[in-house]
């Protein structure tokens, strides 16, 4: 019954969106660019310790942190954008020391509804530079992001996104144990100006 | 060949990757995930634990009870301590500052009632050590001969250390229950800059450790027969106390920060091992020399880098670790065969 009802909800705030789609007219095409400033709360997800029984750890000790960037793309079709991402990441463990995370990604996004309305769906790739306490690593980073957008103007706009952060930490020497995936959800709000 | 650049430059990303993170520090979410909150009484130092209630000394805050929750400060505030330690029958002892006119401290033992009772010994107490009552003092007569005493008695257990030490010298104690009324004395050799010396006190009667150790030693154990040094360069020696050999393959490691200047923090398990800890892992040294790295078990949830480890207090009773760190306050091992760290 909860999952039904659940399912009727998500209905009823998408049904606008494609109500919007079916009026819409193609917004971009190739060429099109697309500038973005975002900014929002990270929250921890879980670690994932390899060589630990048990292997999840959902008590990260980190609490909410934030995260800024900026973002640009370029359209290579009418519904397919290309473009990177430049970020910073900071969040608080339980002691004073503080994690931070320089996150530089490769960015693909899909915009299958267009408009005044938009539904932007992207996929990140690239690494970030972390630094915490008097340790620092350099690793893989990737993500993945669901966001609903609304255009004010016909330029400036403004979006509410949903996504997923995988960070992973590989060590092949006697550190090898600490080898982990860090998982992350940024909740991003991002303004927008697209030509 | 599109397909041949983007695999070489996803495999150079990995490779910088993992050319980067060759230190001694744990991985970052591994420390990320052992963080606990920071106390604000600064660096605390565990003198004794009585049912449940913790004695101890903060940089902060000075002598401390810790019970329930609570931190209570007992010395007076007006007269910052300046030597404290653990009698063997674990009284709290502590001296302010000296006197200026006598140069000498009045020490003070705290009473059932954590209340201060002077007590009547006058003379300058330059070292300490934290729980068997050791203590370097020099008599209000002599300001340039310095004598060894226990437990605040007004006989000293050995004398004439001057003519043997240089002032710089430090004093390593070890619990009673693991050999009675030892303690080892390690220091620069009486007017030498580069030359060390070593004096086992067992009962008041002192043995000379054998002289090839030339380095300062930060952590020993005796049990009566064997003896075991581990110097400040991180070289493991073990014997019989007269004679002596390095183990030539090991060389540990372990956090300086915080305890500079003092013998490192070290406890005697219930097997009569070594155990202290290394920059990542805990150690653990036989009797006879064999060294252990341990990572699991107690050392899984206490061994990263986030924590220095102060100082150490086994319960040969119970079986239960007690600890103070320098910024995380103090800890309990419920047993050490567990990995269970109880923050209190």
Not at chain 2, 22 to 35: H, L, M, N, P, V
């Amino acid at each position: 019954m909860k999952r039904i009802t659940i399912m009727v909800l998500i209905l009823a705030v998408l049904a606008p969106v494609f109500a919007a789609d079916a009026t819409a007219i193609g917004q971009y095409q190739m060429g099109s660019q697309m500038f973005t400033f975002r900014a929002g709360p990270v929250i921890p997800l879980f670690f994932y310790f390899f060589n630990d029984n048990p292997s999840f750890v959902s008590d990260t000790h980190l609490k909410t942190g934030g995260y800024g960037s900026i973002r640009y793309q370029g359209f290579t079709n009418s519904q397919i954008a290309i473009g990177g991402e430049l970020g910073y990441y900071f969040a608080y463990p339980r002691n004073d020391d503080l994690l931070t995370s320089v996150p530089l990604q490769f960015v693909a996004s899909w915009i299958p509804v267009q408009g005044t309305i938009e539904l932007p769906i992207s996929l990140g790739l690239g690494f970030a530079y972390n630094s915490f306490a008097q340790s620092s690593y350099l690793s893989m980073f990737a993500s993945a992001e669901i966001g609903l957008s609304w255009y004010f103007t016909d330029q400036w706009g403004i979006t509410v996104s949903a996504g997923y952060w995988l960070i992973p930490e590989i060590y092949t020497d006697a550190k090898r144990i600490d080898t982990s995936l860090g998982n992350f959800s940024p909740i991003v709000v991002s303004i927008s100006y697209r030509n | 060949m599109k397909r041949t650049l983007i695999l070489a430059a996803i495999l150079s990303i990995l490779a910088i990757s993992l050319g980067c993170n060759i230190d001694a520090q744990e991985g970052i979410f591994r420390q990320i995930s052992k963080t606990e909150a920071e106390v604000k009484v600064g660096s605390v130092e565990l003198l004794a634990v009585d049912g449940t209630k913790y004695y101890a000394m903060s940089t902060l805050m000075g002598l401390l009870s810790y019970e329930n929750n609570i931190w209570t400060r007992l010395d007076p505030a007006t007269d910052p301590i300046a030597r404290v330690m653990a009698t063997s029958s674990d009284d709290i002892a502590y001296a302010p500052l000296s006197d200026p006119t006598t140069g000498t401290h009045t020490w003070y033992l705290l009473d059932g009632s954590d209340v201060p009772q002077a007590q009547a010994v006058s003379r300058f107490s330059f070292i300490t050590t934290l729980h068997e009552g050791w203590e370097i003092a020099k008599t209000d007569s002599s300001q340039t001969e310095f004598d060894l005493y226990r437990d605040l008695g007004g006989a000293p257990v050995a004398t004439d250390l001057e003519t043997m030490f240089s002032e710089n010298l430090w004093l390593l104690e070890i619990d009673d229950a693991v050999s009675a009324a030892t303690v080892l004395v390690s220091g620069l050799q009486k007017d030498s800059t580069d030359t060390y010396v070593h004096k086992l006190y067992v009962g008041g009667a002192a043995t000379s450790v054998d002289a090839d150790i030339q380095d300062q030693i930060v952590a020993f154990s005796y049990n009566g027969t064997d003896m075991i040094a581990v110097t400040k360069s991180g070289k493991v020696w073990y014997g019989d106390g007269t004679t002596m050999t390095e183990k030539a393959d090991t060389t540990l490691s372990f956090p300086t920060n915080g305890i500079a200047g003092k013998p490192i923090p070290t406890f005697i398990d219930a097997s009569g091992n070594l155990v202290f800890q290394g920059s990542s892992v805990f150690y653990s040294i036989a009797p006879n020399g064999t060294v252990t790295s341990i990572s699991d078990r107690f050392s899984t949830n206490l061994r990263s880098s986030s924590f220095k480890v102060t100082s150490y207090y086994f319960n040969r009773t119970t079986g239960a670790l007690y600890g103070g760190t320098v910024k995380n306050g103090l800890f309990k091992v419920p047993d050490l065969a567990g990995d269970t760290v109880d923050w209190l």
